[in-house]
């Protein structure tokens, strides 16, 4: 696996897809720590990227586009399959970013946690982020890279980025969680007046 530098190494036009991989972008990784490389096997596709124990705090892969960025503001979010390789556990960070410094942190992340030999779907919805909760409104149509990250590495760990795709409609939005939905009683009553209780579904006893 070759060893990544600071300087973006642009992918093929032929890489990243299904079979073979295909891409729209270049690899730029974020400390010494990280290697990767291009897997053009049918079977295995993708780009398999390693990290070695070390200090950097964050380290991880930057999947940067051929031109100033992409517009993706026909979508609502990116979705990225992830197969982790290696021997142990690892959550992977997906981040979608904007132009601009850390100071305005212009970007939406989520994170998986994948277990050896298993694999995941990391979902970023634009303008949310960490459990889908609301975060910076990510303008869609400047898209400057797609980061993949992980925390502070004491062992290897590695994993393969199987495809990464935009998808879902403009302006899209996380399901509602049945737990916040909260409910104004008809007249103020939660009992009595007009209020009709389903005794199924709305009565619990205890002891008894």
């Known amino acids: ?28 990784p974020t400390s010494d720590q990280v290697s990767f490389k291009l897997d053009c096997d049918a079977a295995v596709p ?11 705090s964050y380290p991880g892969l930057a999947i940067k586009p051929l031109g100033e ?3 993706l503001s026909g979508f609502g979010h990116i979705e ?11 959550g992977v960070n997906v981040r979608a970013d904007n132009a601009g410094g850390q100071e305005k942190d212009p970007w939406n992340t989520e994170r998986v946690h994948i277990p050896p030999g298993e694999t995941a779907t990391a979902k970023v919805i634009f303008g949310y982020q960490y459990g889908l909760k609301p975060g910076f409104k990510l303008d869609a149509s400047e898209v400057v890279q797609v980061l993949f ?12 980025i199987e495809s990464i795709r935009a998808a879902g409609p ?13 409910i104004t009683p008809l007249d103020g009553h939660l ?11 709305q009565i619990k006893t205890k002891d008894g």
Do not use: H, Q, Y
């Open 1 to 28: 696996m070759a060893t990544g530098s600071a300087t973006p190494n642009c992918l093929p036009s032929t890489a990243m897809s299904s079979s073979p991989p295909r891409s729209a972008g270049c690899c730029a």
């Open 46 to 56: 993708g780009l398999a990227v390693g990290i070695a124990p070390g200090t950097a």
């Open 69 to 71: 960025g992409w517009d």
């Open 80 to 90: 990225a399959r992830i197969v982790n390789t290696g021997t142990t556990a690892v």
């Open 149 to 160: 990250f992980t925390g502070k590495v004491t062992e290897a760990v590695s994993f393969r």
């Open 170 to 182: 403009a302006g899209e939005r996380p399901p509602v969680n049945p737990r916040d939905v909260r």
């Open 191 to 201: 009992l009595g007046g007009a209020v009709v209780i389903d005794f199924a579904t």
